[in-house]
C-alpha cells in the first residue's frame, strides 16, 4: 500500500514532466513554423536573404523536437505493462489503511467485495494505481465529506448489452464501481474527462492524466470504463476488466518459454 501511495506521486510527478514535455515541444513546433513563415514569406517576395538563417532555425528546432520524443520513448519502454492473473478484491483489501488515510476523517470508505469473484488478469500496480486515482478524485469531489463506496461484481456482458455500448465487447468481467456523494460532473465535463490534460483543479492541482491513464490501462487490458455522475448527487466510476481463467496463464507462460528457448 505504501507502494502504492509511491507510485501516485510518481504519477504526479510524470503528470507534470509530461505537462512540461507538451510545453516544450509546442514552443519547438511554434519555432518551426514561425521559420517556415518567413522563407514562405522571402519567397513570395522573390527574396533570398535570411533564407539560410532561416532554415538553420527550422532545422535545429526540429532536432530538439525529436531528442524530445526520443527522450518521452525511452521513458515509456522503462514502464512496461506487467498483466498476470489478479484477484481484485485482496488487491482493494490490501489498500484499505491506505485509502482511508487518503480519505481523511471525513469521508467514510465502505468496501462492498463480492464473495467468489473471479479472477482477472491485468497489471495488478495499475490496477492498485487505477483504485487510488479514482479514490483521489473522489475525495476532491467531497470537501465537505461523504461517503466512498467501493463495489466488486461479477458481470456477464450479454450481446445486446455489447451492442448498445461502443467499446465493450460481450465476454465475462468483473466489475470494479467506485462511488462518491461528491459534486458530480456535468455532461460537458463527462465528456471530456478521459481525455489527457483535461482537467476542472485549479493549477498545480490537478495534472488531468489521472482518467486517461486508467482508459488506458482498461483499453490495454481488454477492458472498459464508463462514468455515471449527476450534479450534486454524486459519481460513479465503472472499471470492467476481463475474466481471466487461471489454466490458461500457465500455457502462455509454456509457449512464451518454447518461444524463447526456440531463438
Ligand atoms: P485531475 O484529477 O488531475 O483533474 P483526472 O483525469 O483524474 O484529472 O480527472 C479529470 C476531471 O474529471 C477532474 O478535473 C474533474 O473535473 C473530473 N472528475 C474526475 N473524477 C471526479 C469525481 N469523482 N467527481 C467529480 N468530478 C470528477
Redesign the pocket.
Known amino acids: 500500500a505504501e507502494e502504492a501511495l509511491r507510485q501516485s506521486q510518481k504519477m504526479e510527478a510524470i ?1 507534470q514532466l509530461t505537462g512540461g514535455i507538451a510545453h516544450d515541444f509546442n514552443n519547438l513546433l511554434q519555432g518551426i513554423t514561425g521559420s517556415l513563415d518567413l522563407i514562405k514569406r522571402r519567397v513570395a517576395q522573390g527574396r533570398s536573404n535570411d533564407i539560410d538563417r532561416f532554415l538553420d532555425g527550422a532545422m535545429t528546432s526540429a532536432q530538439r523536437a525529436a531528442g524530445l520524443t526520443h527522450r518521452l520513448l525511452a521513458f515509456a519502454r522503462r514502464q512496461p505493462l506487467d498483466p498476470r492473473s489478479v484477484g481484485a478484491n485482496p488487491l482493494i483489501a490490501s489498500m484499505e489503511d491506505l485509502l482511508r488515510r487518503t480519505l481523511g476523517e471525513d469521508i467514510a470508505l465502505e468496501l462492498v467485495l463480492a464473495a467468489d469473484l473471479w479472477p482477472t488478469r491485468c497489471d495488478p500496480n495499475q490496477l492498485e494505481n487505477a483504485v487510488l ?2 479514490a ?3 475525495r ?2 467531497m470537501p465537505d465529506g461523504g461517503v466512498l463506496r467501493i463495489e466488486t461484481a461479477n458481470s456477464q456482458v450479454d450481446a445486446a448489452t455489447a451492442e448498445g455500448t461502443p467499446g465493450l465487447a460481450q465476454g465475462s468481467y468483473i466489475l470494479i464501481r467506485v462511488s ?1 456523494t ?4 456535468s455532461a460537458d ?1 463527462i465528456e471530456r ?1 478521459f481525455e489527457p490534460f ?4 485549479p493549477t498545480g492541482q ?7 491513464m486508467i482508459y488506458g490501462f482498461a483499453r490495454q487490458s481488454d477492458g472498459y470504463t464508463a462514468i455515471q ?1 449527476e450534479v450534486g448527487q454524486g ?1 460513479t ?1 465503472s472499471l470492467y476488466l476481463p475474466r481471466h481463467d487461471g489454466e490458461l496463464d500457465q500455457t502462455l507462460e509454456m509457449e512464451s518459454d518454447d518461444a524463447i528457448a526456440e531463438t
Open positions: 503528470g486515482n479514482l483521489i478524485n473522489a476532491d469531489a462518491d461528491g459534486a458530480g460532473m465535463t474527462a483535461f482537467t476542472t483543479k490537478g495534472t488531468g492524466l489521472g482518467l486517461s455522475s459519481t466510476f
